[in-house]
């Protein structure tokens, strides 16, 4: 039987441990990178955690991936990870990549919008094409 969209992010959701907003600053304050998967019209028109490094979920594998003429090399596998997206979805996606590529620590923030909501810092991009 197919898989539904909503089964692969339950899948995903089930390997990639969610984190609060508290959780993730501790993290960030032991070095873990904040990686922000939104597409590029999304940080253009609500900006991105300040601090945050972007690859858009569409190119994540062509970053992650060392042997990739777009190999992003701010994507380790020894570094701890914690994604973002609008809603969530994305990020456990993206989480569940990353790990299938292995990248051991991998861990889900969940929605820009809570962010904001809780007070978190916001930058506006520098690239807005990105």
Not at 28 to 35: R, Y
Not at 37 to 54: I, K, S, T
Not at 88 to 94: I, K, V, Y
Not at 102 to 122: I, M, R
Request: charged content about 20%.
């Amino acid at each position: 039987m197919p898989s539904t969209l909503k089964d692969m992010i339950a899948a995903a959701s089930a390997e990639v441990p969610k984190v609060s907003r508290a959780e993730a600053e501790t993290l960030i304050a032991e070095g873990a990178m904040l990686l922000d998967v939104r597409d590029g019209p999304e940080l253009v028109q609500g900006g991105m955690v300040a601090g945050a490094h972007h690859v858009s979920r569409g190119m994540l594998e062509f970053r992650a991936d060392p042997a990739s003429p777009f190999h992003d090399p701010a994507l380790t596998p020894d570094q701890t990870i914690i994604l973002y997206c609008g809603a969530g979805g994305r990020a456990a996606l993206a989480g569940k990549t990353l790990k299938d590529m292995g990248f051991p620590k991998v861990y889900n923030l969940g929605a820009f919008k809570d962010w904001v909501e809780a007070g978190g810092a916001v930058e506006q991009p520098l690239d807005k094409g990105m």
